[in-house]
């Protein structure tokens, strides 16, 4: 199994509301990050998890918060948002962060904040 | 620096042959990776090169060269599925990757 999943594909959010992306793999991969993505734009690291532990936040606002649950479940909790926060949220894994050059990605939520 | 630079967009026919270019700076680096990215999709791993020479899978192909920080992508017999955006990125030494801004292959029939 070398697929990352994520639900929901698609959110739409109001400003006030709270709701989490989910993430899941099952290739016993022990790195996972989150991205968020822009139209026309690479990818921008958000966070990266390593055996279950946060090792970076890249300066990501407090009204994102992830949580690793176990090694195959990855969450990213959404509270107060702002219209800018619109973009394409991707999940991706790694065998370890020293295998980042390889990540399988998740199909992404597509989220909008209204 | 640990900047990537690659074209913003490429254009070539169906059949053909397309090379997509990347350069980087040389400050702290491990080696360079290429992702696939249709639109709409997620990005796809297709490649890694940590030392010199040619990665081939299939009809896609990988090179670096470190003494002149360069690498690219070789795209074989085009389909138009391969149509897509395609990233270099490079890691770096907190092991995160450092991507470059994209290059939109455009396949013309």
């Known amino acids: 199994d070398t697929e990352v999943t994520q639900t929901p594909k698609h959110l739409v959010m109001g400003m006030t509301n709270k709701k989490s992306l989910k993430c899941e793999q099952h290739m016993g991969h022990r790195a996972m990050y989150w991205y968020k993505q822009k139209a026309k734009k690479p990818p921008e690291l958000m966070f990266v998890y390593s055996y279950e532990k946060l090792s970076i936040n890249e300066s990501v606002p407090s009204r994102f918060s992830p949580e690793c649950p176990n090694s195959s479940l990855l969450n990213l909790h959404l509270h107060a948002l702002q219209p800018e926060d619109s973009a394409l949220y991707l999940c991706?894994?790694?065998?370890?962060?020293?295998?980042?050059?390889?990540?399988?990605f998740g199909p992404g939520t597509r989220l909008t904040v209204t | 620096g640990q900047s990537l630079e690659q074209p913003s967009e490429v254009t070539a026919v169906e059949g053909a042959i397309v090379q997509i270019n990347c350069t980087y700076q040389?400050?702290?680096?491990?080696?360079l990776s290429w992702y696939q990215q249709h639109d709409g999709g997620a990005p796809t791993f297709l490649s890694y090169?940590?030392l010199d020479g040619l990665e081939e899978t299939g009809r896609f192909s990988s090179f670096l060269s470190r003494s002149d920080s360069y690498g690219y992508l070789l795209l074989q017999e085009l389909q138009m599925k391969d149509s897509a955006s395609y990233f270099c990125?490079?890691?770096?030494?907190?092991?995160?990757?450092?991507w470059g801004a994209g290059t939109k292959l455009i396949i013309k029939p």
């Open positions: 040389t400050s702290g680096f491990y080696g």
């Open positions: 990125a490079r890691r770096d030494s907190n092991y995160q990757l450092i």
């Open positions: 991706a894994s790694s065998p370890a962060t020293s295998a980042s050059y390889e990540q399988y």
């Open positions: 090169n940590a």
